[in-house]
Structure formats: C-alpha cells, structure tokens
C-alpha cells in the first residue's frame, strides 16, 4: 500500500498570505488528522476528519481550518498567516478497525516558512 | 489537563546498557499509551502501545497508572535505537487520530 502522501513538502509564504495543504491518506482509511511540529511546542494535535466530518479540534485559531472529501483526501488551510506558523505540518491517517486504536501512519510533512 | 512529559530532551548511552525513556500523562479518565519512533530521515511511526503488551524491537512498557508512566525500556541498547522518541496519549475510547504527545527524547547510542 502506499504510504501517507503529503503536499507540497517545502513551501514558502509571507505574513499575511494563506496557504492550502494536502494530505492523501492511506487507501481505505478514512480517518485524517493533522497536527503541527515546531521545535517549541512539539507535536500538536490541529483536527481530525472521518468521512468528511471533524470529529475533534485542537486548540488553535479559527484562521487553521480544513475539510475532507469524500475519497478521503484531506486540506488544511492557514489563513492570514503569522510568523509563527512556520512549522512542519504532519497529515496522518488511521484505520476505522477498532483494534488499531492510536495506530497513525504518518506522511513526510509540509514544512511552511512564514517570512 | 491532559498532558504528556518526558523530562529528558537527550539520553546518550553506550551500546549494550540498558534504556530509560520516561514518560509521565496526566488524564481524568481511561488512557491509551503509545511509544512513536522516528528514525533519522524517516516518518513518525508507531513504536507499540499499552494495550498490546507486547516487545517490539527489544522494547517494552508498562502502563502505571498509580505513578501515572509510561516508561519505555530496553535492556541492551543497539546503535539502531538511536532515534527520537516520542510517548502519546489518547482517550480509552477514542477510535480517532487525536493524540497528545510527550516534546520527545532523543536517544543516543554510542559504539
């Protein structure tokens, strides 16, 4: 099976811009979860989506948001975008098997530099 | 508050002693306990789990729940260990992909 997919891998913005990331989950898994990596915060759960709904949110700003289609695929979207969104953006996906509770398989990430 | 914590930032040990990786939650209510992995140049991935019980690449863990650790251990460390590490949480009942994770330690092994 392929692996979690994500693009694109490097990007670069400035203050103010938006940006769209994309995340292809594994082929039969319908569960995707995003979560933002910065060396100060470390991994942070952003929202997860199961069959085009979000099923959990973390606590971030209105200005990250997403949505999922309805083949799974999944887009995060920063808006009005800070310095402090630099980060590497990890998109993972889990089975609906309820006996691979906490298993994500993760992408590669979309590292976003915020200038 | 739910809260993951792995007070060492870098363990560096020699090859062949034994391994540490500490990891204490906070949560009100039935946890679910994980050890990712990530390799060097290589995605975050799951190293094993409580519920599991299970020894994955000499690995084990114990869940106690009256220390509140999640402990990850190994007794001979190999040069292949060295990685970062990170412990999570999630909900007993959570079938989603919201985890809390630990800011991660870095383990070195040294020849």
């Known amino acids: 099976k392929a692996g979690v997919t994500q693009t694109p891998r490097y990007l670069i913005k400035t203050r103010g811009q938006q940006v769209t990331l994309s995340c292809s989950p594994i082929?039969?898994?319908?569960?995707v979860s995003w979560y933002q990596q910065t060396p100060g915060q470390g991994l942070q759960f952003l929202f997860e989506y199961f069959s085009e709904t979000q099923r959990n949110k973390g606590n971030f700003p209105g200005r990250f948001s997403g949505r999922q289609f309805s083949n799974s695929r999944s887009e995060m979207n920063v808006s009005t975008l800070e310095l402090g969104d630099s980060a590497l953006y990890l998109c993972?996906?889990?089975?609906?098997?309820?006996?691979?509770?906490?298993?994500?398989?993760f992408g590669e990430g979309s590292r976003l530099t915020v200038l | 508050a739910q809260r993951v914590t792995q007070p060492e930032k870098l363990l560096s040990v020699f090859k062949g002693a034994p391994v540490e990786l500490k990891c204490n939650y906070s949560y009100s209510g039935s946890p679910e306990l994980f050890w990712y992995v990530q390799y060097s140049r290589q995605r975050l991935q799951l190293l094993l789990r409580h519920i599991s019980r299970e020894s994955i690449k000499g690995f084990t863990a114990d869940l106690n729940k009256g220390e509140t650790s999640f402990h990850l251990k190994k007794p001979f460390a190999q040069e292949e260990d060295s990685a970062m590490y990170y412990c999570a949480l999630s909900g007993r009942y959570n079938q989603g992909g919201k985890l809390i994770f630990g800011q991660g330690t870095e383990l070195s092994v040294k020849p």
């Open positions: 993972a996906s889990s089975s609906p098997d309820a006996s691979n509770t906490g298993e994500l398989f």
């Open positions: 082929s039969g898994h319908r569960s």
